[in-house]
C-alpha cells in the first residue's frame, strides 16, 4: 500500500499532470505548440536554477562532506555506458556505433526527471541532502565521452580520424550547453552562498514549479508526437528503456547509502543513475557520432524511459531506498 500511495501522490503532482496534459494535447492532435525559443529559455532557466541552488547548498554543507557521493555519481555515469554497451551491441543486436550512442544517453541524466524526483520528496516531506543537484551536474560529462570513445574505437577500422574527433567530442561534453550552464552556475552558487540564494530566491526559487509545469507540458507533446517511432526501436528497446533503469536505480541507492547519504539524497542518485539524457547527449552524438541512429536514442530515452521514470519510477525507487536502508541497519 506504500508504493502505491507514493504512485497516487506523484500522478496527483501538478508537474506530472502537465506532462500528461501535453500527451493529451499531441494525441488529440491540438495546434498548441511552443516556440522554439520558448523552450529553449525554459531550458536554460531550469538548468540555471538548478546548478545555482545546488552550488548554495555544496557551499553550506562543506566539499569534505560533498566529494565522496559526488564521486560515485561520477564513477556511476562513466561505467553506466561500458556495461550497456554490450547488452545493446549482442543482445540488442544494435549496430556498434547506435549502441555507444545509446548507453551514452543511459549514463548521462535528464535534469527534469531530478527536479520532479526533487518535487516529490518534497511532497512527501522527506528530508534529503540539498547538495544532491551537484551529482547532476558530474554526471553528465563522463556517460557522454565514454559512449563517444566507444562508438570512434568501434568505427577504427573505417579510417575514422579519432583523435581529432574525441577532442570535438571532449568540447562538447564538457563545454556544451546543459554542461556549461550546470557546472558554471555551481560554482557561482557555490563562491555567493546563502547571501547569494537570499538575492536571488524571488527569480530562481518561487517561479521555478511554474516553469517546470511549462516545460512538461512541452515534454508530454513531445514524447506523444515519438508514440509512432516505438514501432520502429522494437520490443528489445522498449524492455531495454525500463528494465536497465530499474537495475541503475536499486544500483545507485545502494552505492548512495554506502557513500553516507539519506535515504532521500540515496533516492536522488538512483533516479540519476535510473534517467536517461534528451538534452545534452543528443546534442553530443550529433556532433560527435553523426552515423548513429537518432530515433533509436531518442525514442528509447524520451517516449519510454522518460515517463515511465516520472510516474511509477520514482515511487518506486522511494520504496526500494526505504526498504534498502532498513535492510542496511
Known amino acids: 500500500m506504500d508504493l502505491l500511495e507514493s504512485i497516487r501522490i506523484n500522478l496527483a503532482s501538478p508537474a506530472i499532470l502537465f506532462f500528461v496534459l501535453g500527451i493529451v494535447a499531441a494525441l488529440v492532435k491540438s495546434d498548441l505548440r511552443f516556440p522554439e525559443p520558448l523552450y529553449l529559455g525554459l531550458t536554460i532557466y531550469l ?17 569534505g562532506a560533498v566529494w565522496l557521493p559526488a564521486l560515485a555519481a561520477m564513477a556511476l555515469g562513466a561505467l553506466i555506458p561500458l556495461w550497456t554497451y554490450p547488452i545493446l551491441r549482442w543482445v540488442g543486436r544494435l549496430p556498434a556505433v547506435d549502441a555507444a550512442a ?15 524526483a526533487v518535487n516529490f520528496l518534497t511532497e512527501l516531506r522527506q528530508p534529503f541532502e540539498a547538495y544532491a543537484s551537484a551529482f547532476l551536474a558530474v554526471m553528465e560529462s563522463p556517460a557522454i565521452i565514454v559512449g563517444v570513445m566507444l562508438g570512434k574505437l568501434a568505427q577504427r577500422r573505417q579510417g575514422s580520424p579519432f583523435n581529432a574527433v574525441m577532442r570535438l567530442a ?19 552558487g557555490f563562491v555567493c552562498g546563502q547571501r547569494g540564494m537570499d538575492a536571488t530566491a524571488g527569480f530562481f526559487v518561487t517561479p521555478f514549479q511554474g516553469v517546470l509545469a511549462l516545460f512538461l507540458l512541452e515534454m ?9 517511432d516505438l514501432r520502429k ?8 528503456g525500463v528494465v536497465m533503469p530499474m537495475i541503475h536505480g536499486v544500483l545507485a541507492i545502494m ?7 539519506s535515504p532521500g539524497g540515496a ?3 538512483g533516479v540519476l543513475a535510473a534517467s536517461a ?13 553523426p552515423e548513429a541512429n537518432p530515433t533509436l536514442y531518442l525514442t528509447s530515452a524520451l517516449t519510454i524511459t522518460f515517463p515511465f521514470n516520472v510516474t511509477l519510477g520514482l515511487p518506486l525507487y522511494y520504496e526500494v531506498a526505504r526498504w534498502w536502508f532498513e535492510v542496511a541497519k
Open 233 to 240: 526501436v522494437g520490443i528489445f528497446l522498449v524492455v531495454f
Open 170 to 188: 571532449l568540447h562538447e561534453a564538457l563545454l556544451g550547453r546543459s554542461v556549461f550552464l550546470l557546472v558554471g552556475s555551481l560554482l557561482v
Open 47 to 63: 538548468l540555471v536554477a538548478i546548478g545555482f541552488k545546488g552550488g548554495v547548498a555544496v557551499s553550506a554543507a562543506g566539499i
Open 277 to 289: 539524457s534528451y538534452i545534452a547527449a543528443p546534442a553530443a552524438m550529433r556532433l560527435s557520432l
Open 255 to 261: 552505492l548512495g547509502q554506502v557513500a553516507g547519504l
Open 220 to 228: 508530454g507533446m513531445v514524447a506523444a508526437r515519438r508514440l509512432g
Open 267 to 269: 533516492m536522488l542518485l
Open 102 to 116: 545509446v548507453g551514452a544517453h543511459y549514463g548521462s541524466v535528464s535534469a527534469v526527471t531530478f527536479i520532479a
